[in-house]
């Protein structure tokens, strides 16, 4: 079962500042709470430990079988079988449930748990619940995985590294103080936190480099010196034809020919000029395409030396038995010990791709080494046939260890669980709920992989699902509010993850796919929940510059190109709001290319709002400038309100501008005639809260009806009488979780009580049905059929629906809307009574702010009081407490008892 955080306690550090003080994120986007052992393999689901070289990992792959008939390997980027049952957030312990007939006829639970500092228990627990006997055994495979990109079918990045002493230092070309060459993005938005005209380079530092392109004549790079008194340079580089360049130190300027190298080449020494602290180089000459490695500063003129990276191999065995084994890689430093409890093991090698090779190996009763095409190399230890009667179960257990070396580094410290325990009561009606949501945060915590790589390191990172190999800026926002529920330093580190330092000239942000501010929502729910001050202050100067780019107030950002305040973000990313096939978009994107640029959509408009506001109160709480944000939220607003109302569809639409920049009209649909925007990014501008009242209510309306956008999986994306609704789309024609919750959000500042509680309640039962039937968590629901579609180990888009069953089914949660501001919570120990303070800002909504509270279980309410007066409330079936506040009011105070 899910754990739920407690935050009511009053000695609760959730975000572990004790042993992790904020201050260590910066300069990293690493989990840094995270020890070197976890499910972070990216191919196959399993155990994997980091034994230090980066991007490096090794993989223990368990894969049952069905006694010489089949196997049932966790693949991790296929429907497999292979189930996330519960895990801790620090890995301490997890499970995963391995199908191997279906749907839990004969199944085994796979169970990691650590029970020292470097040995982990691997326990298997066969179950057998078929009418008939069933043999099986077990296949436990091991092996190293080198530095890569890609999951699917992994490239290895072949890399090396400056044998350095005392008398060299490395100065890495991707390490530079200041450059001006040209970008291949948008200027200070470098997609997946790369540096600029960064490449993956074979046999280059750490398999990355520097890519100096033909246009970059002219341009130069900066880099500081790290010892003033080593007067020799080497420049590492490789390019097809020979070329210059020009090499400024404080005091002196020469210049440096490079012959032709094909490979990684090295110049000769460069003398330079006594104490100088940093260096500039330009390319002299026409050839200007080549690739830079980066510099060797040296005492000495002699050449220096390069090792290389640790690829994949088979290890040396040592100290084997049939029932224990040590492994030995190259240039690692310590063994893995591998042993049985209560079984013997025979071994056998693995060369190539693990699934064919354990597939010819299955009718291969003789070799010791099967042969697969692909690449990788794994030992195995296979265990006897065991015998399972029918309806029964058996257990088997094995240990894995890590022997570290005498001299070896010693891995940072881990994160402990969190001091608070979790909350364990849910309140009622809530077992309809509870599997699906058990499921969904078992796939959040254990999709993690290593390496992602950013700004040059390589880091843990939640990817939406094994599937995607990467960073993804908006579904990691909506991770980080799943966990906020669940694994609060998870969350905090996530978010940290896509901020960038404030001094970062090429990345505003970390920015991969749809730019929806989502991490300014976390920022937000991760305050309400905690109140936490250092949170706080250190990520607001962070988030307002990203906010400060999206909403095109960075003179290099390219999202304000209209004369108004609208936004589009075209320049970005093709997909405005996070729906690929959204019919507007889908069609200036493939019909209409020449008219996008001059049309903005209100999905971007509309959260920059929003997030603006959010600003505004972090802001009013830190003592800093409120106002620039309150501004910009109701220019944008205004402007929209202005330019974007379709008094036909009763939404927004799609503005289109002429050359200058002019608003001239709304985008419509050919065929119909009717506005291209009848959908979810026409409801959008009602989340401001700032629009026109009888705007805002006609959305409302429209959002509530059945034949528009309400459906038994939650809100339609587009309006199903829309004449481009299609039951084919992807989102078009389903329901996705992110938008639900905003939705769901926005309500409760716009006082839509029975609207926003029918939303949540038929969302999350409709998630766990699902669930329940498949085992499988959904990116997406079809709303002609109810079902659950797309990838099936989804953590991404549909995290928020812990955020929707907490706020109804876990006591000590209050839940506002996006307008009102938690000060500060007080319960008592037993959450049966709470004190806290609010503030309001101001709404053009037709109705009060909402606030949910949820008290301990069967806890009998006497009275909920505003500034010590008697207020009505609400109470939900589930128990939690419902009542309104006014809005545009400052600190609140509101006592439950």
Known sequence: MADFYNYTTPEKDPFQWQQWPIENFTGTHDLLGLGPWGPYGKRYFGLSYLPGPKGLRLDLVCAPELYRRRIALPHAIQD???????????FVHYVYRQQILPKDQLFADIHFQRIQENTYQIQIEWCNQSELQREVRLHLCLGMQAMATGAWQPQAIAAVSLQADKHTHWIDALG???????????????????????????GFNDGIGLHWPEKGLGSHVTYLLPHRHHRYLFIRYQSKQAFSLRLHTDSHTQIVELPASDTPGLSGPIELPLKSTSFRIEAHNAVADFLLDGFVQSAKAQIPQFIEAPQASFAAMHNQSDQQADLEWPALPGRMRIQAQDTTLTTRRYRGDLEQALLLGMHDHVS??????????????????????????????????????????QAPPRSHSPHSPP??????????????????????????????????????????????????????????????????????????????????????????????????????????????RDLLAYFYPKLARSLRYLAGLDPRSPTRSFRNNLIATWDLFYNSGGWDDYPPQQYLLRENIERRPHIAPMVVASHVAVAADLMAMAAQELGEDSQQWLNLSQKIATDIDRYAWDPASQLYGYVEHDPTGQAIGLLHHQASGESFNRGLDGAMPAMTARIAPERSQAIWQALADPNKFMTAVGLSTVDQSAPYYSQQGYWNGASWIPYQYFFWKAALDAGQAAWAHSLADQVVRMYSRETEDSYCCF??????????????????????????????????????????????????????????????????????PLILVALAPQQKVRKVTLDGQDIEYRTLPSGVLEFSIPAARNHLQIIIQ
Not at 802 to 820: D, K
Request: with cysteine; glycine share 8%.
């Open 423 to 532: 909350v364990n009561l849910d309140l009622p009606g809530s077992n309809a709920k509870r599997f699906g949501v058990d499921r969904l945060a078992a796939v959040l915590q254990t999709n993690i992989v290593y390496p992602t790589y950013i700004k040059g390191d390589a880091i843990r990172h939640y990817p939406p699902g094994r599937w995607w190999d990467s960073l993804y800026t908006w579904d990691c926002g909506c991770i980080g509010l799943g966990l906020a529920e669940i694994a609060p330093r998870r969350a905090v580190e996530l978010l940290n993850t896509y901020l960038t330092e404030t001094d970062d000239a090429d990345c505003a942000f970390i920015h991969h796919g749809s730019p929806v501010p989502v991490q300014h929502y976390l920022y937000f729910d991760l305050w309400q929940k905690t109140q936490d």
């Open 176 to 202: 530079y103080k200041h450059t001006d060459l040209p970008y291949n993005s948008a200027e200070g938005l470098i997609a997946d936190g790369r540096r600029r005209c960064e490449a993956i380079v074979p």
């Open 779 to 848: 990116e997406h629901f079809m709303i002609e059929s109810g079902r659950g579609a797309g990838w099936h180990h989804f953590g991404g888009l549909s995290a928020p629906i812990l955020n929707l069953f907490a706020a109804y089914h876990t006591p000590g949660r209050i839940s506002t809307g996006l307008r009102t501001w938690i000060h500060k919570q007080t319960w008592d120990s037993t959450m049966q009574s709470v004190e806290f303070t609010v503030s309001t800002l101001v709404s053009n909504n037709q109705s009060s």
């Open 80 to 90: 497999s079988g292979y189930l996330p049952w519960d895990a801790q957030s620090d």
């Open 368 to 409: 010791d080494e099967i042969s697969a095409p692909g690449n990788g190399h794994f030992h195995s230890w296979i265990t006897p046939k065991l015998t399972l009667p029918t309806h029964a179960s058996r257990t088997q257990r094995f240990t894995l260890t890590w022997l570290k070396q005498p001299d070896a580094p």
